[in-house]
T-cell receptor
Framework: GAVVSQHPSWVICKSGTSVKIECRSLDFQATTMFWYRQFPKQSLMLMATSNEGSKATYEQGVEKDKFLINHASLTLSTLTVTSAHPEDSSFYIC???????????FGPGTRLLVL | QKEVEQDPGPLSVPEGAIVSLNCTYSNSAFQYFMWYRQYSRKGPELLMYTYSSGNKEDGRFTAQVDKSSKYISLFIRDSQPSDSATYLCAIYNTDKLIFGTGTRLQVFP
């Protein structure tokens, strides 16, 4: 199957700082990338959808000024959590889709802990 | 009513058992159904993908869709301890995946 990588795999930061998470599709071109958040023992919640070269579309209740998404190329998307607070601590997972958006390939996730 | 409902478990079975995992969904227009496996602290891995009704088999795994009752199932034959994970059903709706809450499965030796 297609491979998606994420970096870093985990990050600890102080409250008020910004954190950038990278998502890369290694062996396919991801025309669409998705960002999810998963709290312990809960399912994945879609945060936003981004198409290469376009502005991201955010789900209801997700602050676009807080979670900045950039999808500059067909293989790279970044999520920046600005002015992170402890309640932003979560498991962030990206996925990429090529021609068929119903088939998404997920990265290994990034665990964020904000102190 | 949630678009996708899934029993969170946990489900604990002995090695070799047949496992049945299930989800229900609300919208009869849904056409694409997936099952993902997620190990602890890892991203989900696509296991099975089904379009419309019917069965699909891949090794020890069988995915089944019953559109008349809006019910999807994943069967695991000859379950192994390595199958211990959380299994998430997902439905593709318009332009995004909608996930169930996931069922945590534990296969003990």
């Amino acid at each position: 199957g297609a491979v998606v990588s994420q970096h870093p795999s985990w990050v600890i930061c102080k409250s008020g700082t910004s954190v950038k998470i990278e998502c890369r599709s290694l062996d396919f071109q991801a025309t669409t990338m998705f960002w999810y958040r998963q709290f312990p023992k809960q399912s994945l919640m879609l945060m936003a959808t981004s198409n290469e070269g376009s502005k991201a579309t955010y789900e209801q209740g997700v602050e676009k000024d807080k979670f900045l998404i950039n999808h500059a190329s067909l293989t790279l998307s970044t999520l920046t959590v600005t002015s992170a607070h402890p309640e932003d601590s979560s498991f962030y997972i990206c996925s990429g889709a090529g021609g068929f958006q119903e088939t998404q390939y997920f990265g290994p996730g990034t665990r964020l802990l904000v102190l | 009513q949630k678009e996708v409902e899934q029993d969170p478990g946990p489900l604990s079975v002995p090695e070799g058992a047949i496992v049945s995992l299930n989800c229900t969904y609300s919208n009869s227009a849904f056409q694409y159904f997936m099952w993902y496996r997620q190990y602890s602290r890892k991203g989900p891995e696509l296991l099975m993908y089904t379009y419309s009704s019917g069965n699909k088999e891949d090794g020890r795994f069988t995915a089944q869709v019953d559109k008349s009752s809006k019910y999807i199932s994943l069967f695991i034959r000859d379950s192994q301890p390595s199958d211990s994970a959380t299994y998430l059903c997902a439905i593709y709706n318009t332009d995004k995946l909608i996930f169930g809450t996931g069922t945590r499965l534990q296969v003990f030796p």
